[in-house]
């Protein structure tokens, strides 16, 4: 028996194989799930449908996060494949890139909100849009980066975009804790996504925090995707409002020891 088998839900998020959401989903897989993915445009849907389909997806269906109407129209579709959902999977960011580059305090007023609106509060939204739909016991994970507790090159408004992500995790756990929902984030060391490509320096990033981890290596879609299983199982039914560092011990690094 898997841990996930006759569990349902749905993962938004996944861009190609490289895709954090995507070892995700890999994971809740192998342990029985039944999940339906998202996309958004028709570049998308041509690396996420084959993906989906090849885990069996009974729901393969567009949705931008930016947009209610979509939400709405993607969770009426849930309802009618699954009844409930067990899961949610939230792996969703953006930013405009030359708000990423050069000193914060450059990003203007309409790149901030559009930071906000899809790598926050689109959060809020899936939620509320999928609220009578959540099985007593559901889990729903977003993901963040170490970026919102400290400064990092290149990072700037998603680094407190993603801050913002944490305090609403802690609230919407808050909020659901009373009907058993749990609410979590896995902040993942540096991975080579396509959502990390738009990161200036990031294969140099990508280096040094191999040498600087206590573990001594990168971290893998794999190694969050086990993080995310077992927060989406019954194996972690007390753990909510959480924030779960899957990042080969880097932030419990003051300096590098140069060995």
Not at 51 to 60: F, Q, R
Not at 173 to 189: E, F, K, M, T
């Amino acid at each position: 028996m898997g841990l996930l088998n006759g569990k349902k839900g749905l993962v938004l998020g996944v861009a190609n194989d490289h895709s954090i959401a995507w070892g995700i989903a890999q994971a809740l897989h192998r342990e029985g799930a039944d999940q339906g993915f998202t996309y958004v445009g028709e570049a998308l849907e041509r690396r996420v449908r084959p993906l989906a389909e090849s885990l069996n997806a009974k729901l393969i269906e567009p949705c931008d996060v930016a947009s209610d109407e979509q939400i709405d129209a993607l969770m009426a579709k849930a309802r009618d494949t699954y009844g409930q959902l067990d899961f949610l999977i939230h792996a969703i960011g953006f930013a405009n890139r030359d708000h990423l580059n050069g000193p914060y305090m450059k990003v203007d007023r309409a790149g901030f909100q559009l930071a906000m609106d899809i790598s926050v509060y689109s959060l809020t939204a899936l939620v509320k849009a999928a609220d009578s739909m959540l099985a007593p016991g559901a889990s729903i994970l977003t993901l963040t980066y170490h970026g919102s507790q400290q400064v990092m090159p290149n990072y700037n408004v998603m680094g407190v975009a993603k801050a913002a992500l944490e305090a609403s995790v802690r609230y919407l756990a808050a909020d659901l804790g009373p009907r058993g929902i749990r609410v979590n984030a896995i902040s993942a060391g540096p991975i080579r996504t396509l959502a990390a490509s738009g990161i200036s320096g990031f294969r140099s990033m990508h280096k040094q925090f191999a040498e600087a981890a206590p573990l001594r290596r990168n971290v893998t879609i794999d190694d969050v995707g086990n993080t995310a299983l077992w927060l989406c199982s019954d194996l972690s039914s007390a753990v909510t409002g959480e924030l779960i560092y899957v990042d080969a011990g880097f932030r419990n690094m003051g300096m590098s020891t140069g060995e």
